[in-house]
């Protein structure tokens, strides 16, 4: 761990045993697995669940409703979003509150990976041993053992047993 001054963490966390967290992270609400690694400047939210040995590269964001199962990949500066119709304000003009959106869940299953500044976007599931090509933006689900890339992410390959191994 780093210095405490340059960390927030909720008193609501759960930290798993041997978890390191860099400087700058912003942590609530949420539960960080063991030996998960948390890089410098990541954001966290309430209810988000991020399984053991996970590595979560700096500049990214993990938003309420995503789902981070064991040894995950997750790239620098990659973008989670939870809601499909955002806006600042309700039908009356007022900011909007918890009460006028609906959280879109996203799972990142075991052994994925994602590649640096890809966004994913709500409601999808990126699959076992999946990965996801940098820069890309994830609209639908990723089939496991897949690799996929671009705006929006489509196929460009089966990984086979060896790359697994």
């Known amino acids: 761990m780093t210095d405490a001054s340059t960390i ?17 992270v912003n942590l609530y ?17 309430r209810g988000v669940r991020v399984g053991k040995r996970v590595k ?10 995503v789902t981070v199962e064991d040894e995950v990949f997750i790239g620098h500066g990659v973008m989670f979003i939870n809601d499909k119709h955002p806006r600042a304000v309700n039908s009356e003009g007022r900011l909007q509150t918890d009460a006028d959106w609906k959280v879109v869940p996203t799972e990142v299953k075991r052994g994925a990976s994602i590649g640096s500044n890809a966004t994913i976007l709500c409601g ?36 086979n047993e060896k790359e697994c191994a």
Do not use: M, N, W, Y
């Open 29 to 45: 609400g949420c539960e960080i697995g063991d030996e998960s690694k948390i890089g410098t400047f990541v954001e966290i939210q």
């Open 8 to 24: 927030r963490i909720a008193p609501d966390v759960k930290l798993g045993r041997d978890v390191q967290i860099h400087a700058f």
């Open 124 to 159: 999808v599931t990126i699959g076992e041993l999946a990965v996801v090509g940098a820069g890309s933006v994830v609209t639908e689900d990723v089939a496991a053992g897949t690799v996929v890339a671009g705006c929006p992410a489509r196929l460009l390959r089966t990984i």
């Open 56 to 65: 979560i590269s700096s500049h990214s964001f993990l938003c309420e409703g």
